[in-house]
């Protein structure tokens, strides 16, 4: 198990720029691929961007290409997610999350271990 812990989020206003990060410990974390998600109030939990366990490749969905940017530091065993030009529809929970493997298209089940979230809120 790989314990997970989110952090940046806020409240922004549209146009603007937010940084998560997501602390991770408890296993070897470069034997992980890392992912975002996201939550948005009364719909499913939806990806959002996956980096690979190498950093070679990286997913996004359609929505967030361009403006947002996974990226990993596994010397800190911390993976962050640049996001600029907010929305007010990136508004959400966003969730962290690990796993060893991974299947494209990727999804939630594709996830075991999961971080408590953190709240981004972008106003129009």
């Known amino acids: 198990q790989v314990q997970l812990v989110e952090s940046g989020g806020g409240l922004v206003q549209a146009g603007g720029s937010l940084r998560l990060s997501c602390a991770a410990s408890g296993r070897t974390v470069s034997n992980y691929h890392m992912g975002w998600f996201r939550q948005a109030p009364g719909k499913e939990r939806e990806f959002v961007a996956c980096i690979t366990k190498s950093g070679g490749r990286t997913y996004y969905t359609d929505s967030v290409k361009g403006r947002f940017t996974i990226s990993r530091d596994d010397t800190t065993n911390t993976v962050y997610l640049q996001m600029n030009s907010l929305k007010p529809e990136d508004t959400a929970v966003y969730y962290c999350?690990?796993?060893?493997?991974?299947?494209?298209?990727?999804?939630?089940?594709?996830?075991?271990?999961w971080g408590q979230g953190t709240q981004v809120t972008v106003s129009s």
């Open positions: 999350a690990a796993d060893r493997t991974i299947v494209v298209p990727i999804t939630r089940q594709d996830f075991n271990n």
